[in-house]
């Protein structure tokens, strides 16, 4: 069934900005760390052995690879429009030039970004992303990533307040030195993986509240 017509008329009501439905998604091998603003009784709504929601995705066309049992509009981001819903991956797909535009389509062959908080009560386990050049040998896409940590969101910093960060050929000893030593806005002084103004790193096992 075509809901190009229904996409269409939610780009027309909100002047090309559509509603997007939340997006929740559980992790089993992690615990969540209570700060997505979720009540405490829905932070296992999907089952125990489906594991905590620990993540809030947005504006996503990426499904979640959870491994057996997962739905398989896990991940995905709906659009929501006078009742009913739509796969914000099947508007990109179907209508994408109205989306992101002719030239954005023509280059990237789609919505190729993924944001999301990331709330854990405790570090996530080592693991790596591989590189753009990497990825394409075995048929994907690479995953870099840059994350924020938001003051709002971390009120309490869990069980491992502290980020590793992997840095790769970006400047001089100096110049790295220069970003680590920034205070952020507020009055409290900066320290490596705390409330740092949109630093980019390697994937980082932390207990705070990040948005990447």
Not at 111 to 139: T, Y
Request: with cysteine; glycine share 10%.
């Amino acid at each position: 069934m075509s809901h190009t017509n229904l996409l269409k008329d939610a780009l027309r009501a909100g002047d090309g900005i559509v509603r997007l439905a939340p997006c929740w998604v559980p992790r089993s091998f992690l615990m969540p760390g209570g700060r997505l603003k979720l009540d405490p009784r829905d932070l296992y709504a999907l089952g125990a052995h489906r594991g905590g929601i620990d993540e809030r995705w947005f504006a996503s066309t990426t499904h979640a690879e959870n491994g057996p049992g997962t739905p398989r509009d896990e991940g995905f981001s709906h659009i929501a429009i006078n009742g009913s819903r739509v796969l914000l991956k099947e508007a990109i797909e179907t209508i994408g030039d109205d989306f992101l535009g002719a030239d954005v389509m023509r280059d990237q062959g789609g919505w190729n970004v993924l944001c999301k908080f990331f709330d854990n009560l405790g570090p996530i386990p080592h693991h790596m992303h591989q590189s753009e050049e990497h990825a394409r040998k075995v048929g994907r896409k690479g995953k870099p990533e840059a994350y924020y940590f938001p003051p709002q969101y971390n009120f309490k910093e869990n069980n491992f307040p502290y980020t590793f960060m992997g840095l790769g050929n970006v400047g001089t000893r100096v110049t790295m030195e220069s970003f680590l030593i920034r205070r952020p806005t507020s009055s409290q002084p900066a320290r490596a993986g705390r409330s740092m103004p949109g630093f980019y790193t390697r994937p980082a096992p932390s207990s705070l509240m990040s948005r990447r």
